[in-house]
C-alpha cells in the first residue's frame, strides 16, 4: 500500500505558475510510474504527466506539452508538478496517482493508488 497527499493547489491569473506535489508514503516500494490526472467540472478524468520510477522517462498530455514539467525527488519520495503559462482550461482538481507497472500510459484506470486532489483555479 502508498499513500499520496498532493498539495501546492491555489487560483492564479492566466500566464502565471504553481507547482504541485505528490509526497508518497507506506510502502513506497509498490510504484514503479507516478501519474498526475486532472478532472474539470462536467468532464472525464485527463492525464497530464507521468514519470517512471527512475525519474529518466516521461510522457505528456498535448494540451500540456511545453508549459508542464514532472519531475522527482526520491529521497524525498515526492513528484511535482511545475505547471507555467497557466490557462483557464487548466482549472480542475489535480490528483496524483501510482501503479507497480512500468509502462507510461495516462489511463486512469491502469492506476490503483489515488490522492484526495487539490483544486487549482486559473483566471483569466
Known amino acids: 500500500q502508498v499513500q499520496l497527499v498532493e498539495s501546492g493547489g491555489g487560483s492564479v491569473q492566466a500566464g502565471g505558475s504553481l507547482r504541485l506535489s505528490c509526497a508518497a508514503s507506506g510502502y513506497t516500494g509498490s510504484w514503479n510510474r507516478i501519474a498526475w490526472f486532472r478532472q474539470a467540472p462536467g468532464k472525464e478524468r485527463e492525464g497530464v504527466a507521468v514519470?517512471?520510477?527512475?525519474?529518466?522517462?516521461?510522457v505528456y498530455a498535448d494540451s500540456v506539452k511545453g508549459r508542464f514539467t514532472i519531475s522527482q525527488d526520491n529521497a524525498k519520495n515526492t513528484v511535482y508538478l511545475q505547471m507555467n503559462s497557466l490557462k483557464p482550461e487548466d482549472t480542475a482538481v489535480y490528483y496524483c496517482?501510482?501503479?507497480?507497472?512500468?509502462?507510461?500510459?495516462?489511463?486512469?484506470?491502469?492506476?490503483?493508488?489515488w490522492g484526495q486532489g487539490t483544486q487549482v483555479t486559473v483566471s483569466s
Open positions: 496517482a501510482a501503479d507497480r507497472r512500468w509502462n507510461l500510459v495516462l489511463r486512469s484506470s491502469e492506476y490503483n493508488y
Open positions: 514519470i517512471n520510477r527512475q525519474g529518466d522517462n516521461r
